[in-house]
């Protein structure tokens, strides 16, 4: 059985999910989500002590669970090595590049500053993916799909091209909304050169 | 060698903007509070520096400035090996961004980027960089050391495979203290390696002349 905190707690977080949705992190306030929840704005901030916190669990959960799906798709056995990167990393850039996700990540750099919101969301999403992606690969090296090397490097390499067309701009709020044909280019260059770079001679 | 008494003062200014930002973050340092602690006028400091998101800018900067110069002597094209000027720039390039203050200076970057606008005043800034990687990676594809293809999009990818070992944890505070000399050496070796696996010249033709290939349009937008 719930008991009652939980049930609070859960409906500041659909709450927050919605204002967050609707105005955006900068623009929504503690108290835009008090007024949809009810109770006093020291019941909330018993339960969240900032709209970051707030933020981060509402939305970093979302994503977990989006990016958990796509690493999933990652199918070691598929004939088509390179088909199975370029899906990969197409899926993978349309979340990580939303606006939502976009906001999330902005924020969480800016709080590790202060916080361990950073640790977390690394221990939570980056690393799980990480590992996942150089399970992938490594099963890739055994088929000789790729050279045999550090699978993990290996993965972190794959990671870091796929992004790198649009990571510099994103972090330094540059980025307009990225169109899926813009990810589809930018990840069939960085497949090319990964592949490339892990070819076997 | 004369020093100018008014670079005297926009380097006390700097240094002492570095200090606040650094401290309190972009919003809870104000132009009045960087004047009191200079000393002098507030008009003084305005002469310097126009704006706060100008003077944001230029204290963030001047670490990689001094920096820079030391780096890029290291992109060295007429060198007969490439691998030997990117394991040396790359290293070097991993020691500064890896450094305790440059990580705090890169996330304060980034936290005030989408909010105060100075996302495009650092974007010009760190461009500049990358567009010295991007020539010497040119001359290298026309003197057939490396393959043809486009050189912007090419350093692009090397320099997010030099920090894709390190950079993430180290921002996000996830593993305390910088990575050592060794360490660095070997991400940067690595990510050089499998960056020039990739762009191997693809035959001793091409090796040998470019002549019969008209300059390769750039790849990207084009699609």
């Given at each position: 059985m719930k008991t009652k905190t939980e049930v609070k707690r859960q409906a500041i977080l659909n709450a927050a999910a919605e204002v967050f949705r609707e105005m955006g992190f900068e623009r929504a306030s503690m108290s835009d989500i008090r007024a949809r929840t009810g109770g006093s704005k020291a019941t909330l901030y018993n339960y969240f002590p900032s709209k970051e916190k707030l933020f981060f669990e509402v939305m970093h959960k979302a994503k977990a669970g989006e990016l958990e799906e796509i690493v999933g798709g990652l199918n070691p056995e598929a004939e088509d090595f390179k088909q199975q990167l370029l899906d990969f990393g197409k899926n993978l850039l349309v979340v990580l590049y939303s606006p939502e996700a976009m906001a999330i990540r902005h924020l969480t750099i800016a709080e590790s500053r202060h916080s361990d919101i950073g640790k977390l969301s690394f221990e939570q999403a980056a690393a799980p993916i990480e590992s996942r992606v150089a399970d992938f690969l490594r099963r890739g090296m055994k088929r000789r799909a790729i050279r045999t090397a550090d699978p993990k490097i290996a993965a972190m390499h794959l990671l870091s091209l796929l992004e790198s067309e649009l990571m510099q701009r994103f972090l330094l709020g540059m980025l307009d909304p990225v169109k899926p044909e813009t990810i589809t280019s930018a990840v069939r260059r960085a497949v090319e050169v990964f592949i490339s770079g892990y070819a076997r001679r | 060698m004369q020093v100018n008494k008014s670079d005297i003062k926009r380097q006390a200014i700097l240094e002492t903007a570095y200090r606040l930002f650094r401290v309190q973050?972009?919003?809870?340092?104000s132009m009045d509070e960087i004047t009191a602690q200079v000393g002098g006028s507030k008009s003084t400091v305005y002469s310097h520096f126009p704006s706060k998101e100008g003077l944001f800018v230029e204290c963030m900067m001047a670490a990689l400035e001094n920096y820079m110069s030391g780096t890029l002597k290291y992109l060295d094209a007429s060198r007969a090996d490439p691998r030997a000027a990117l394991l040396n720039f790359g290293s070097s390039v991993l020691k500064f961004i890896c450094s305790p203050e440059q990580l705090e200076v890169r996330r304060l970057i980034i936290a005030e980027a989408a909010r105060s606008g100075t996302g495009k005043l650092f974007f010009g800034k760190l461009s500049a960089l990358r567009v010295k990687l991007s020539a010497f990676l040119a001359e290298c594809m026309a003197s057939g050391k490396l393959r043809h293809d486009d050189p912007d999009l090419a350093a692009e990818q090397l320099g997010a495979m030099l920090e894709a070992e390190m950079l993430e944890p180290l921002l996000l505070q996830v593993r305390e203290g910088s990575p050592d000399e060794q360490e660095i050496a070997l991400a940067a070796q690595r990510a050089v390696a499998t960056f020039l696996r990739a762009y191997a010249p693809n035959s001793p033709q091409e090796r040998q002349s470019r002549s019969g290939r008209a300059a390769k349009s750039s790849v990207r937008g084009a699609e």
């Open positions: - | 973050g972009f919003d809870k340092t």
